[in-house]
């Protein structure tokens, strides 16, 4: 999970994205993202053979404070997201494939490419109905981990800084670039539990988002993962916001983990409900 078992988000980190607005297109950045991707997506499936399983970021806030052996890939794929908001009169469902492919360089870095190539919104109010279907925005990002890719004892902290360009569909991007920098940090008390707390600021169109989630995670035999978060978030124009929730995850093999995870507002600001599915897959070469 994002907190750090190999077996949470952000996605980032958890969640992703739970701030909605309208969006312009921008096609040299999407020409540019698109060429990422491929390039990354080249790379995951060049790498048949297995290495030992890393820490997934997913499910959960956050992100693992591993980062992935030099010269591995993982894919990281919600299906999908599910977000629901009620604001000025309307209700917004949206659905988001959100994707994360992350690889491995070495000297304790990651690369990581994120975007979501699905996503769909129905909109109701007003004696009005609308659905929309499209692209999200795109980022890249660089990840540190104090320990590497080695378990480095009871503590751990990674820190993970990311550029997410404007290149998204209307409806489903932040309409601006947006630079954000995050820390997850990891106190593991026994090899059954752990506790995590992660920090990030988003910078966007000169207002800064503030979000601080605690997480306490408790794994049930060898496979089995279970988690409790909360997300504290404080946006410079939507207000306050406060989200409880929850998941699991669950290991198929060495390198193949499927979560589940539910996330509910607590108070009047940001969206109702968060949940999705998601799986996630790791392509190493033998140690």
């Known amino acids: 999970m994002g907190a750090g078992y190999a077996g949470d988000p952000a996605a980032a980190g958890m969640l992703a994205s739970v701030h909605g607005a309208a969006t312009r297109r921008a096609h040299n950045a999407r020409m540019t993202l698109r060429t990422s991707l491929a390039a990354s997506a080249a790379l995951l499936f060049?790498?048949?053979?297995?290495?030992?399983?890393?820490?997934?970021d997913r499910p959960g806030a956050g992100f693992a404070t591993t980062v992935l052996p030099v010269g591995t890939v993982?894919?990281?794929q919600g299906f999908p997201t599910y977000e629901r908001q009620r604001q000025d009169g309307y209700l917004d469902?949206?659905?988001?494939?959100?994707s994360l492919i992350r690889i491995g360089l070495g000297s304790a870095l990651?690369?990581?490419v994120a975007g979501s190539a699905w996503n769909r919104l129905?909109?109701?109010?007003?004696?009005s109905r609308r659905h929309a279907t499209g692209h999200g925005d795109t980022s890249v990002g660089m990840k540190w981990a104090s320990g590497g890719s080695a378990d480095a004892g009871p503590f751990t902290w990674a820190a993970l800084g990311k550029v997410t360009f404007a290149n998204g569909d209307d409806d489903f991007g932040n309409g601006a670039r947006e630079v954000?920098?995050?820390?997850?940090m990891q106190w593991k008390p026994d090899d059954a539990k752990q506790i995590t707390l992660f920090a990030n600021l988003d910078r966007l169109k000169d207002r800064n988002t503030w979000t601080l989630a605690p997480t306490f995670g408790r794994k049930f035999g060898?496979?089995?993962?279970?988690y409790v978060e909360t997300d504290?978030?404080?946006d410079a124009e939507d207000g306050n916001e406060l989200q409880a929730g929850g998941g699991i995850a669950y290991d198929i093999g060495d390198h193949v983990q499927l979560d589940a995870y539910a996330l509910h507002r607590i108070g009047r600001h940001g969206p109702s409900m968060l949940a999705g599915l998601g799986i996630s897959m790791f392509f190493g070469q033998k140690q």
């Open 74 to 76: 993982a894919l990281e």
């Open 122 to 127: 129905e909109e109701r109010g007003s004696g």
């Open 110 to 112: 990651e690369w990581q």
């Open 180 to 184: 954000s920098l995050g820390s997850t």
């Open 46 to 56: 060049a790498a048949p053979a297995f290495a030992d399983p890393p820490d997934f």
């Open 222 to 226: 060898s496979n089995l993962l279970a």
């Open 93 to 98: 469902r949206t659905y988001t494939a959100d």
């Open 232 to 234: 504290a978030i404080h």
